[in-house]
Nanobody, 116 residues
Framework: QVQLVESGGGLAQSGDSLRLSCAAS????????MSWYRQVPGEERELVARINSGGGITTYAKSMKGRSTISRDNVEDTLYLQMTNLKPDDTAVYYCYALVSGRGYWGQGTQVIVSS
């Protein structure tokens, strides 16, 4: 079955960088568009960045544009999100999302906490 396992979250200070990873299994990773979302308690889950199956097309939410880079390794079946110049407003649970044969799948999330 489809499995998405995020890692790399943790505590950071304003201005720090973090790299999140999402290890994928149970589907043909190289054929699936992938995304990162984040969610703050009490708020809706919001898109952070998206990357197409081949890795050549990326889109970013305004909130993280210029401070994040989404990438993927289609050999290692892993999705990445490099975040720089972190701000307290980036505090959230970050989720990996896969679109597989028209159906969406979520990972369990990784918590990022940014202190000022």
């Amino acid at each position: 079955q489809v499995q998405l396992v995020e890692s790399g979250g943790g505590l950071a200070q304003s201005g720090d960088s973090l790299r999140l990873s999402c290890a994928a299994s149970g589907f043909t990773f190289s054929r699936s568009d992938m995304s990162w979302y984040r969610q703050v308690p009490g708020e809706e889950r919001e898109l952070v960045a998206r990357i197409n199956s081949g890795g050549g097309i990326t889109t970013y939410a305004k909130s993280m544009k210029g401070r994040s880079t989404i990438s993927r390794d289609n050999v290692e079946d892993t999705l990445y999100l490099q975040m720089t110049n972190l701000k307290p407003d980036d505090t959230a649970v970050y989720y990996c999302y896969a679109l597989v044969s028209g159906r969406g799948y979520w990972g369990q999330g990784t918590q990022v906490i940014v202190s000022s």
